[in-house]
């Protein structure tokens, strides 16, 4: 992505620091961490975790990583429950693209932050990397993405599951200062559009024809199939999909409110 590893990376000291990368997902940032890792001296550790590595992405990661896999270790575990950790034994904690999935309901998000902590030694520092929640007040141009996740999320729920509540940054950063984390800097990365998106487009319409074909609302389905369509429709004649805005929170953990 453009910028953001440099502006996460260019000012951190990689030597002799165990990392814990949470959640590792496709290892797209954890390659950045790890070849830093390598041009470092190469006497880091990345604990890299996930609570799904099914479907064979343990191997895809390693392929992916290349040379850079020796720093990384690989553990199936919850971040919920980072038990398998001594409290102070971390120095950096990696969050990229992952706190919208730690938030199934309000508020729960901070626990994962709890934990963070207790791993997290003193002074510690905790980097956070999440997407805006895509808005289409802000910009016209969100129309076909917006749609495109609302219709997710209704599915979703029409389907009896839960989707994440997702997190604003002001909410996060609240959350981080009520448990004693200062935000030492911070940026905005603006949205971007996606020229080739016509696979993720198609796997989208798949799982969602699916799902829908699945409800028990049987007087829905045929409506939100054609919106499903229509989705499609608008995001093609538009010829891009957007990639919403990201944000980046610095943090170093200090000492918590009681
Ligand atoms: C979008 S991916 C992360 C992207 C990744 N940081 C990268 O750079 O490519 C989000 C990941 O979080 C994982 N995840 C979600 N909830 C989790 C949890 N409670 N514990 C561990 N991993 C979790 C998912 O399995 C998924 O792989």
């Known amino acids: 992505m453009d910028g953001i590893y440099e502006y996460?990376?260019?000012?951190?000291?990689?030597?002799?620091?165990?990392?814990?990368?949470?959640?590792?997902?496709?290892?797209?940032?954890?390659?950045?961490?790890?070849?830093?890792?390598?041009?470092?001296?190469?006497?880091?550790?990345?604990?890299a975790v996930d609570n799904d590595f099914s479907g064979g992405w343990k191997e895809k990661i390693k392929k992916r990583l290349g040379e850079y896999s020796a720093f990384v270790e690989l553990k199936e575990a919850d971040i919920?429950?980072?038990?398998?950790?001594?409290?102070?034994?971390?120095?950096?904690?990696?969050?990229?693209?992952?706190?919208?999935?730690?938030?199934?309901v309000p508020l729960k998000l901070i626990t994962a932050f709890k934990g963070f902590s207790r791993v997290l030694k003193e002074n510690g520092l905790l980097i956070i990397t999440s997407e805006l929640p895509?808005?289409?007040?802000?910009?016209?141009?969100?129309?076909?993405?917006?749609?495109r996740w609302q219709l997710a999320k209704a599915v979703y729920d029409l389907k009896g599951d839960t989707w994440s509540v997702e997190p604003r940054p002001e909410e996060v950063k609240s959350s981080l200062e009520l448990l004693g984390f200062d935000i030492y800097d911070e940026k905005v990365f603006p949205a971007r559009k996606i020229d080739d998106y016509q696979t993720t487009l198609e796997e989208w319409r798949g799982v969602m024809l699916r799902d829908i074909e699945g409800l028990?609302?049987?007087?829905?389905?045929?409506?939100?199939?054609?919106?499903?369509?229509s989705v499609c429709r608008k995001i093609n004649n538009n010829g891009f999909m957007i990639c919403p805005p990201t944000y980046v929170l610095k943090c170093t953990k200090g000492v918590e409110r009681t």
Request: hydrophobic share 40%; aromatic share 8%; proline share 2%.
């Open 8 to 47: 996460i990376l260019d000012d951190l000291n990689l030597s002799g620091k165990l990392i814990l990368d949470a959640a590792v997902g496709a290892a797209g940032a954890t390659y950045h961490w790890a070849k830093k890792i390598s041009q470092q001296g190469g006497n880091s550790k990345i604990i």
């Open 80 to 104: 919920f429950d980072l038990s398998f950790l001594e409290d102070e034994s971390i120095d950096i904690i990696n969050c990229d693209d992952t706190i919208v999935f730690l938030n199934p």
């Open 216 to 229: 028990d609302w049987i007087n829905l389905k045929p409506a939100l199939a054609e919106e499903i369509d």
């Open 134 to 147: 895509v808005s289409l007040e802000d910009d016209k141009e969100n129309e076909g993405q917006w749609r």
